[in-house]
């Protein structure tokens, strides 16, 4: 007799690495799913789940939200496992202690950061394992400025010893540093190759938009795939390629039949959020993508940005304030197929780039549920599997069974390969895996927010299991779970 302690009967159950697709049960036991098929003969809870779809949890491989009020939103988009990859943390064995410390909804990792590591080695920042330092520096022009040979050793000596202390790969924001020898970038995908550990790259402007740039970003990432054999990941090639995304997927597409290993994510919106004294962000440098300041939105207050007056001292007063950037049109059928072609791209993966909740005031306490009103984010934290799952899925252009593939496996298979062994156990629903399962309504599943209210959680998400125990359950949050464990890679 197969022993349960949760049972969801009856469901369309969607397997997206062998193919799976049919109406079963599913049993769940000491946190794995232990059986697939006909059920138990009895479960401590039994739920009937019939004409809902059950398939493993979605693993977000691109997630700068760290707490846990934003975490909740994101379970309630079907997130299981959340991770801090492209901008990553320093030290991240101090980041791993925090999360622990707390609790979170979901499951959790981070990447060693070259940024943050360049900050300490090249302006002596002092890390703290957090994101909010790299925001808080994100403007200084002392950390973008080239480094010295025993400068980028240390920056070195940094990103090891995080390796050393499981880091799941290397994040690489050349993007906010220009400036960079290319030559440091190729040392730092050589580290990554010398660890069997991908980069993480948001990519440095595009020749087309910056002609006098140091070298191509979409050429200098492929280039170091090629010259390392570095697993190199082009984080949100959506957001950083615009109307040249044609052009972007070409030289991806080029050197991946060549067999070099560069893998792509995006996300389904045309808008993107940063700090908004990023480098490219000012004001002498918005035309070069085809940007005046009223296309930025503020989040500590809400306002498009009305002249390059105000965008320069918001600036100079808060350069680490998060700010909307639309750079595509949604509701224009041309902007929409540009951001369509980074998400069918072969082998894609759907990431959310999710965004740290920005508070009017001062923070309520993150335990504090239902969420408080007046939080600003972008929608993407709130909506992206949704929005997905309603733009790509049943009666879009990849159909359900791969959407789920790029949700969830694509992103697990990517990082099992590089020493984390926790993601052969994800991505998956068979028995063995971990039982971080979603289950959503086909008919209504959809993303609800808006550039303007950036909070409303995805509808038709029924059940969302972390770890066997429900963070979601019949449509609502369960305020007091919190059974996300730590995602690491084999200490390099």
Not at 15 to 20: H, K, L, R
Not at 265 to 287: H, K, S, V
Not at 338 to 350: D, G, I, K, T
Request: charged share 20%; glycine share 10%.
């Amino acid at each position: 007799m197969t022993v349960a302690e949760i049972m969801l009967r009856g469901g369309r159950v969607i397997d997206p690495e062998s193919g799976f697709d049919s109406v079963c049960d599913v049993v769940i036991a000491g946190g794995h799913i232990v059986d697939i098929g006909n059920g138990a003969d009895h479960a401590a809870v039994d739920l009937d789940v019939r004409g809902q779809v059950v398939t493993a949890g979605f693993v977000d491989i691109h997630s700068h939200t760290a707490g846990i009020a934003g975490l909740r939103l994101r379970v309630l988009d079907g997130v299981t496992t959340a991770l801090e990859l492209e901008a990553g943390v320093s030290p991240v064995e101090l980041a791993y202690q925090q999360a622990a410390a707390s609790g979170l909804p979901v499951n959790y990792g981070y990447s060693a950061s070259w940024a943050l590591a360049r900050m300490e080695a090249v302006s002596g920042v002092e890390l703290d394992g957090r994101l909010d330092t790299f925001l808080t520096n994100i403007a200084t022009p002392a950390w973008q400025r080239a480094a010295t040979p025993g400068q980028i050793a240390g920056l070195l000596e940094r990103l090891r010893a995080d390796l050393a202390d499981g880091a799941i790969g290397i994040g690489v924001l050349v993007g906010y540093a220009p400036g960079t020898d290319p030559d440091e970038y190729l040392q730092v995908a050589a580290l990554a190759a010398e660890a069997g550990v991908p980069t993480f790259t948001h990519a440095r402007d595009l020749i087309e938009m910056v002609p006098t740039a140091l070298i191509d970003g979409a050429e200098e990432i492929v280039r170091a795939a090629a010259e390392t054999g570095a697993h190199m990941h082009y984080c949100h090639l959506n957001s950083t390629s615009f109307r040249y995304v044609d052009r972007v997927l070409e030289t991806v597409g080029r050197v991946q039949a060549a067999g070099s290993r560069v893998t792509t994510e995006a996300y389904p919106y045309g808008a993107g959020m940063t700090g908004i004294g990023a480098a490219f962000l000012a004001p002498e440098r918005l035309a070069e993508r085809d940007l005046e300041p009223a296309d930025l939105t503020y989040a500590p207050t809400g306002e498009r940005i009305a002249s390059t007056e105000r965008l320069r001292e918001l600036r100079a007063n808060d350069p680490g304030g998060l700010v909307i950037i639309r750079h595509l049109d949604e509701d224009k059928p041309a902007d929409r197929q540009v951001m369509l072609r980074s998400l069918e791209f072969p082998n894609a993966v759907v990431a959310s780039d999710a965004m740290p909740l920005t508070w009017p005031g001062p923070a309520p306490d993150q335990l504090t549920w239902p969420l408080p009103d007046g939080a600003f984010t972008h929608p993407r934290t709130t909506g992206t599997f949704g929005r997905a799952l309603r733009m790509l899925a049943e009666g879009g252009p990849l159909g359900l069974t791969e959407t789920l593939r790029r949700c969830s496996l694509l992103p697990a298979q990517l990082l099992e390969t590089s020493g984390v062994a926790a993601m052969k156990r994800k991505g998956r629903i068979q028995a063995g895996c971990d039982a971080d399962i979603v289950v959503f309504d086909p008919a209504t599943v959809t993303d609800q927010s808006t550039y303007k209210q950036t909070t409303l959680p995805t509808t038709g998400m029924k059940h969302v299991l972390v770890n066997g125990e429900f963070v979601v359950k019949d449509g609502e949050l369960l305020p007091g779970a919190l059974p996300g464990r730590p995602v690491r890679a084999t200490p390099r």
